[in-house]
Nanobody, 119 residues
């Protein structure tokens, strides 16, 4: 199993920056991809950023390109999301996600961390 714990959420002003972190524990070597999703009130959960360990690639939602950066450490036990030039519409609960492959694909989710961008 994989356990995910997010941290770093909070209240920031428009134009400010915030860094989210996701700590993974358990069978971390079985993880082949991790990402950040967000869900605002009344809206569907959407992909923000994703990193594929197998392909060594990243992808971002169009709305955050150039502002957000996803990264991981060498041990692949921490995935971060650096958020710059934050906008009010970035306000949401942000969730860490991990996918593992050990005979079958399994999905894991963190509990979420609130990010509020307000003037």
């Amino acid at each position: 199993q994989v356990q995910l714990v997010e941290s770093g959420g909070g209240l920031v002003q428009p134009g400010g920056s915030l860094k989210l972190s996701c700590a993974a524990s358990g069978a971390i070597f079985s993880i082949y991809g991790m990402g950040w999703y967000r869900q605002a009130p009344g809206k569907q959960r959407e992909l923000v950023a994703h990193i594929s360990f197998n392909a060594g690639s990243t992808n971002y939602a169009d709305s955050v390109k150039g502002r957000f950066t996803i990264s991981t450490d060498n041990a692949r036990n921490t995935v971060s999301l650096q958020m710059n030039s934050l906008k009010v519409e970035d306000t949401a609960v942000y969730y860490c996600h991990a996918a593992t492959l050990r005979g079958r694909i399994n999905d894991y989710w963190g509990q979420g961390t609130q990010v509020t961008v307000s003037s």
